[in-house]
Every structure is written in C-alpha cells, then in structure tokens.
C-alpha cells in the first residue's frame, strides 16, 4: 500500500472514531507497527493529528480531512457522478459550484465542452473554490467567474461576507452543490459554517438545485445546513445508494439518479 493511501485511511480512522492504536491500525493497514508510527509522526508533523503513547488522536484542527487526502476516495464514483451531472447542464447554461472533490470532477467534465460554432461561451461558470476555477479558467468556451472571500487552506474554497456580496448580484441556471451530508429531514448540509452559508447562498440565486452526494453520505447529518430538503431538485448519487433512501428522496419530489 503506497503512503499516501496509508497516511489518508488513518486519517479516515481517526475521523470516524476519534482516536487509533498503532497495533490495531498495523492489523487493519497489513503493514508493520513501525510503519504506521512513521506515517503517525509525518502526519503529526502536518498538524493533521495529535500523536500520544501508542498511537494518536484527533488534532485541534483536523476535524475535516484535507481536499488533497479526499481526492482519492470513492473516484470512479465521483467520477460517474461528474459525468452525469455535466450531461445535465445544457449549454449555454451559467453554473455555480462549491467546492469539493465531486465538483471538482464536475468542473473537469464541463471544461471539456466543445466551443460552439458560432462562437462565444458554453457556459458560465461561477465558483468559490479556487482549484475549481483553474480548470475552466485556461477554456476560451467557458466564462469563468470566481468570488471574493477568504481562502480556507483545507478546502481551497473562498469563504465570508465578499461571497455573499458577489453572489446577491447574480443569477444562476443551476447550483451544483457538493456535500458531507443529505438527509430526507435535516436537508444537505457540510462540517464547516462558513462553507455552509456559501452553498445556501449559491442555492438561493439558483433555479436548480443538484446536490451530488455519494451512497455513505446519504441518511446522514453534518453540522451546518446548507440548505432544506425541499429546495433541492435533483441528486445524483453512486450505484450503492439503498432502495430505502432512494425512496425516501423520491417521495419528497426529488429526481433521484444514481450512476
């Protein structure tokens, strides 16, 4: 197993249960107790996790793993995901995107687009997550607007009140919304306020809502609401998305896809 996918699934231990042995974690990882303590002390050196006698816990700021350890999990469904999501936008449309690694995908397949033979844009799109705008920025097709904000490192997206101000003036076709959690009550929502509020925001000045959320963050609750179920129109999810919450989406209106 290369580092990386090591270092990234202790993180997702530690995420999920808050703190990890050296020895338990060796037997889940099939490597040798002397390489978790390595990569323990390589992500201690990061600040992504506190290291104590034995194994580690949760650091202070490591509530959320960063976008670059996120990239790898569930790809090919994310990837699905983007496609079918970029099938939906027609051209012409203007787009708005928070950040994520599902809407970076979706970026990537929209920055693809060919340029129309008359000439002029195929599409607007409209972010806060500076990683997102790099992809279509270089595309001469694609009219690529970004937001004030201040930067938040572990997700690359511009966050506060220049967000908001930009995004009272606009109009958006379609608000393409990554998220940690859907639930049929409890609506979508994220880990962090601030990234919250620029999802709401983005959904307020859209006529569609397309959350893209993949089967495990189904059924479940973060901390900030990003919007109410209600206002969501569409969510496209993976194929391992259950009968019983995809039922339960449907019956509230929305047009489930899975892919």
Known sequence: MAAHTRRTRLLEILGDEGRLDVLDAAGRLGCSTATVRRDLDEL????????????????????????RCKAGRKADEKRRIARAVADLIPSGC????NGGTT???VARELAVRPEPAAGGH????????????AEPAIRPQVKTVVTGGVARPRSYELVGPLVDAVLR????????LGVDAFHPRFGAATHDE???GVGRSLAECADTVVVVADAAELGRRA????????????????????????????????????V
């Not at 992504?48 to 580690?56: E, K, M, P």
């Not at 203007?94 to 995107?97: A, D, I, P, R, S």
């Open 194 to 196: 601030s990234e919250a």
């Open 44 to 67: 201690a050196r990061q600040n992504l996790l506190t290291r104590t006698r034995g194994g580690a816990v949760v650091s202070r700021v490591a509530y959320d793993l960063p976008l």
């Open 103 to 105: 809407t970076s995908e």
């Open 122 to 133: 195929a599409l607007t799109v409209v972010t806060n997550a500076v990683d997102i705008a």
């Open 223 to 258: 901390f900030a609401q990003v919007c109410e179920t209600a206002a969501v129109s569409i969510l496209v999810t993976d194929r391992e998305a259950p009968d019983e919450a995809v039922e339960e989406f449907t019956a509230l209106g929305i047009d489930v896809r899975r």
């Open 94 to 97: 203007t787009v708005g995107l």
């Open 169 to 176: 003036t606009l109009a958006l076709d379609c608000a393409v």
